[in-house]
């Protein structure tokens, strides 16, 4: 597509030329931010925030205004889906999510709805639509979902878990249902993520933020498989142009190869992971997205600095690099840190790309 100004990241999740490593951050759109807090003051709630077009698209370009970054991710949450599929989705203060309708049986799992986008979730594509249309093809839009075992564990537990006992229980001693709830699960991203791409999605990534919880073998049944099914059903050309999908498995450093398998275009990688390390597994096949550690955001900027260039000197010459924390930005770090990591990712890396 010919009017995107900057499309250094599509370039890089493709191993395409690029001139400098594009950078973005997980919840780059957020609360480290005071003109976010501002807004979601004016939203009244975090809902609320998402289900408003404009506001969502305030909150997604807040951080391009401040930034030289390369990507924009759509505002929204990886519990949308359940919540359209009749969970009743609240947020207890300081407690974080939580569902009034847990699912606890195969009758439960028969009679969930796969929700249709542009009904149910209608609010998060018109979020998309307005957001592609006042970004003005400045750089690409990222649209996102949860992966099917990660909005299962949400779903099962009730909200967030440290042990993941229910979800784990109905994995070992009712693996049926849990299949079923999976593969409702991934139906409904497919037609999520597709109805995204649609409304103006340029790139997709999927958030398994809970799969480095399993042992190999259940990450491969209960995480992957499913994850693959979504690789496989999705939208991979629109408006003329590649659609790249990302793979994110947090604490999954160890299955990137089975990942690389799945025909995704990119891999997110975590802070545990050695970026030169899983360059040598799986860098012919797939990019590389990562992965400083978010806390390393509260150093000093010169340890910043220090830490962008050994991660560009890890990765090394080529292309195939997005560079992005391990995970989300946290809340009370400095914008000013933020501010340092991206500019030292552009001014660092030039010299690893090109001739």
């Known amino acids: 597509m010919k009017e995107l100004k900057n499309d250094r990241y599509l370039r890089a999740l493709l191993r395409q030329e690029v001139d400098m490593t594009p950078v973005w951050m997980m919840r780059q759109a ?79 799992v028969q009679a969930l709805p796969i929700p249709d986008p542009e009904d149910e979730l209608g609010y998060v594509m018109n979020a998309v639509r307005t957001i592609r249309r006042e970004l003005k093809g400045e750089v690409p839009l990222i649209g996102f979902s949860g992966s099917p075992w990660t909005l299962a564990t949400y779903m099962v537990e009730g909200g967030s878990s440290k042990a993941f006992t229910k979800i784990k229980q109905m994995m070992y001693a009712e693996p049926m249902t849990l ?85 995704c275009d990119a891999l997110g990688l975590d802070w545990t992971t050695d970026i030169a390390d899983a360059k040598r597994r799986v860098g012919d096949k797939v990019a590389l997205q990562g992965n400083m550690d978010p806390s390393m955001l509260y150093a000093a900027p010169e340890r910043i600095r220090e830490e962008v260039a050994t991660i560009l000197a890890g990765f090394g010459q080529g292309n195939g690099h997005v560079f992005n924390l391990g995970h989300g930005i946290h809340q009370d770090v400095d914008p000013e840190h933020a501010g340092v990591f991206v500019n030292a990712v552009h001014e660092l890396s030039a010299q690893y790309h090109g001739r």
């Not at 995204?196 to 999605?201: C, L, P, S």
């Not at 990534?205 to 799969?211: A, H, I, L, P, S």
């Not at 099914?229 to 003329?240: A, T």
């Not at 604490?251 to 690389?260: C, S, T």
Request: proline residues 5%; glycine residues 8%; negative net charge.
């Open 30 to 108: 957020g609360r480290y931010l005071p003109e976010y807090k501002a807004t979601r003051a004016v939203a009244g709630d975090f809902m609320s925030l998402c289900r408003n077009a404009e506001l969502a698209c305030e909150v997604t370009l807040q951080p391009l205004r401040r930034y030289p970054l390369d990507a924009a991710i759509l505002f929204s949450d990886i519990l949308t889906v359940p919540d359209a599929m009749g969970l009743g989705l609240y947020f207890e203060h300081g407690e974080g999510p939580r569902f009034e309708r847990p699912i606890k049986s195969m009758a439960d």
């Open 179 to 263: 299949h079923l709830l999976l593969d409702k699960l991934a139906d409904s991203v497919i037609s999520y993520l597709n109805a995204q791409i649609k409304a103006g999605a340029q790139s997709v990534m999927v958030f398994d933020t809970w799969g480095g919880v399993l042992t190999p073998r259940d990450y491969r049944d209960f995480s992957l498989q499913y994850m693959h099914k979504i690789v496989d059903g999705l939208i991979r050309e629109h408006e003329g142009r590649r659609v790249p999908v990302t793979l994110f498995t947090k604490n999954g450093g160890q299955w990137l190869e089975q990942i690389a398998a799945t025909g």
